[in-house]
């Protein structure tokens, strides 16, 4: 019986390590049966282990309490398994969908992302890609804040930092990209309206500033002309891009001695604000007002009526946004790579198309 409590009492620093004792690769090195260098290829998820052998060192690295001190494994090799999230708006549920599918990604591939909103200011893009940098990210998706410098691509190279730019293009500078057709997108939508009979169709959001502002814009001009549609400079209104600019700007045709019967939307918050100020007024949407909005956010189906919508589907451009980083992280030579999403419409009520008639213009 000595003998089994002399014995006992060696075994038990390994099997049950005290809460003050820090436990090492050696520790489960010599529980597992193998090498400290097998514990470590391991621990790093290298594919070079067996899977039964990586299973019993990760069971009794967990047994023994083991915590890997990732900061020290930057150190020795110079890098992270952090990647930069960073977005210009995350009010805007649209993103918070973008960054969803790319977490997920991400996460499949073992790295971690860490996140960072602009609110479209340039001296919070500057802080927070300065601070990408000093946690030695191994690399970058982001979506530009307003008016961003092309020469960000210049400084990003210079750091060493893989990026992708996501729904707006750096100027014409070549970059890895990924975003949508917005002209096509813009065109489906006023397209659709046209086809339901209406004719005096009003463009809600920016129209100028930015390459998605443009090609939005330009989609919705040229399908008018197309048509031989009448353009009135009163119901083309630059707003904010937000739920309160929506409201703003239908109160604005609203007031017009001679509104416009539709209006398609830059983005589907705008759409929402258009919505809710039409039916504050009594009006009914789809009947009254047809409205399409853009992008495709989830909230879009649950709205009242239920918003028709050029659909984006922003958490696949997450995904593919982060596809397109770990190709380039893992071949850093390969050609610039570009990814655009094709729109589709998705018809519901605020259309009319749905109620089984439409306003016709007058």
């Avoid at 002399?6 to 090195?29: E, G, M, Q, Y």
């Avoid at 707006?168 to 086809?195: K, P, S, W």
């Avoid at 504050?280 to 239920?306: K, M």
Wanted: glycine share 8%; aromatic share 6%.
């Amino acid at each position: 019986m000595e003998r089994f409590d002399k014995l006992f009492s060696r075994l038990l620093p390994v099997i049950s390590p005290r809460s003050d004792t820090k436990v090492t690769i050696t520790d489960i090195a010599r529980v597992s049966g193998v090498s400290k260098s097998t514990v470590s290829l391991v621990l790093n998820n290298s594919p070079l282990v067996k899977p039964g052998t990586a299973d019993k060192v990760r069971e009794t690295a967990e047994r023994l309490g083991y915590v890997y001190n990732r900061s020290a494994a930057n150190l020795r090799h110079g890098s992270t398994n952090v990647i930069g999230l960073v977005v210009n708006d995350l009010r805007n549920s649209f993103f918070v969908e973008l960054l969803i599918g790319a977490e997920r990604k991400m996460l499949e591939a073992n790295y971690i992302t860490l996140l960072a909103h602009t609110a479209e200011e340039q001296s919070v893009q500057k802080q927070v890609l300065a601070s990408m940098r000093e946690q030695k990210a191994a690399g970058l998706i982001l979506c530009p804040a307003f008016d961003t410098p092309t020469d960000l691509v210049d400084s990003l190279r210079q750091w060493g930092l893989p990026f992708v730019t996501v729904m707006r293009a750096l100027g014409d500078v070549e970059t890895d990209f990924v975003g949508c057709d917005n002209y096509a997108g813009m065109q489906m939508a006023t397209q659709h309206l046209i086809d339901l009979g209406h004719t005096h169709i009003a463009f809600l959001g920016h129209k100028s500033g930015y390459a998605v502002s443009k090609e939005r814009w330009q989609g919705y001009q040229d399908c008018m002309s197309r048509n031989g549609c009448p353009m009135n400079d009163e119901w083309m209104v630059d707003t904010a891009i937000s739920v309160a600019g929506g409201q703003e700007a239908m109160t604005k045709l609203l007031d017009l001695e001679a509104p416009p019967t539709a209006a398609v939307c830059y983005n589907d918050l705008i759409a929402i604000g258009a919505l809710n100020e039409i039916g504050r007024r009594g009006l009914r949407p789809g009947e009254d007002f047809a409205i399409v909005g853009s992008d495709g956010i989830a909230s879009t189906a649950y709205c009242n009526p239920p918003l028709t919508t050029v659909a984006l589907n922003p958490e696949l451009l997450g995904e593919k946004a982060s596809e397109m980083l770990l190709k380039r992280l893992r071949n850093p030579d390969v050609p610039f790579m570009k990814y655009l999403m094709k729109p589709r419409l998705i018809v519901r009520e605020s259309c009319g198309a749905t109620l089984g008639k439409v306003k016709q213009d007058l």
